[in-house]
T-cell receptor, first 113, second 109 residues
Framework: EAQVTQNPRYLITVTGKKLTVTCSQNMNHEYMSWYRQDPGLGLRQIYY???????DKGDVPEGYKVSRKEKRNFPLILESPSPNQTSLYFC????????????FGDGTRLSIL | GQQVMQIPQYQHVQEGEDFTTYCNSSTTLSNIQWYKQRPGGHPVFLIQ?????EVKKQKRLTFQFGEAKKNSSLHITATQTTDVGTYFCAGSSGSRLTFGEGTQLTVNP
């Protein structure tokens, strides 16, 4: 089944403790991105990747890192999480570039205390 | 930078009433996409509009792309309880895909 898989689905952690949210897609998609969703603000793009080893900042990249060493994986790294990063995070992928329909993962709800 | 604004933020309707959400961009878009997110779920792609003035229909849903390619709308005729959710537009321009804030639709049976 074609899908985008995120892990973990839920995480409660404390300020400053490094964490990684994994994202994997099995559709051979070139374009992958991370969004955060906050009430009243919609989906805001954190980082995106056009292909392996190519990443770029979205609208709200501060406090986040990403890597794209393999085509299928696009992990989101919070080196030193802070409470303002408490949010619902979605990973998405598309066949190529941003114009193609985005396929979203089920989301990861992060709570930073 | 590019901004995509969506109104209204919330809409409550009685089942059977029509519903419309509007999307406006600060820049000309190369295309616009629409997504639906059910409560507790993830956004699911509905449709993509590319041409100026384009109109597409999916059963009770009608999507329009403005002549200037800076605005779009989604209209649902005779809403049903299954239409409940948040509807997002996403505009593509340059190297970015920017989502609107979404319109949360509730339908009273």
């Amino acid at each position: 089944e074609a899908q985008v898989t995120q892990n973990p689905r839920y995480l409660i952690t404390v300020t400053g403790k490094k964490l990684t949210v994994t994202c994997s897609q099995n559709m051979n998609h070139e374009y992958m991105s991370w969004y955060r969703q906050d009430p009243g603000l919609g989906l805001r793009q954190i980082y995106y990747s056009m292909n392996v080893e190519v990443t770029d900042k979205g609208d709200v990249p501060e406090g986040y890192k990403v890597s794209r060493k393999e085509k299928r994986n696009f992990p989101l790294i919070l080196e030193s999480p802070s409470p303002n990063q408490t949010s619902l995070y979605f990973c998405a992928s598309s066949l190529s570039r941003k114009e193609q329909p985005q396929h979203f993962g089920d989301g990861t709800r992060l709570s930073i205390l | 930078g590019q901004q995509v604004m969506q109104i209204p933020q919330y809409q409550h309707v009685q089942e059977g009433e029509d519903f419309t959400t509007y999307c406006n961009s600060s820049t000309t878009l190369s295309n616009i996409q629409w997504y639906k997110q059910r409560p507790g779920g993830h956004p699911v792609f509905l449709i993509q509009l590319v041409k100026s003035g384009e109109v597409k229909k999916q059963k009770r849903l009608t999507f329009q792309f403005g002549e200037a390619k800076k605005n779009s709308s989604l209209h649902i005729t005779a809403t049903q309880t299954t239409d409940v959710g948040t509807y997002f537009c996403a505009g593509s321009s340059g190297s970015r895909l920017t989502f609107g804030e979404g319109t949360q639709l509730t339908v009273n049976p």
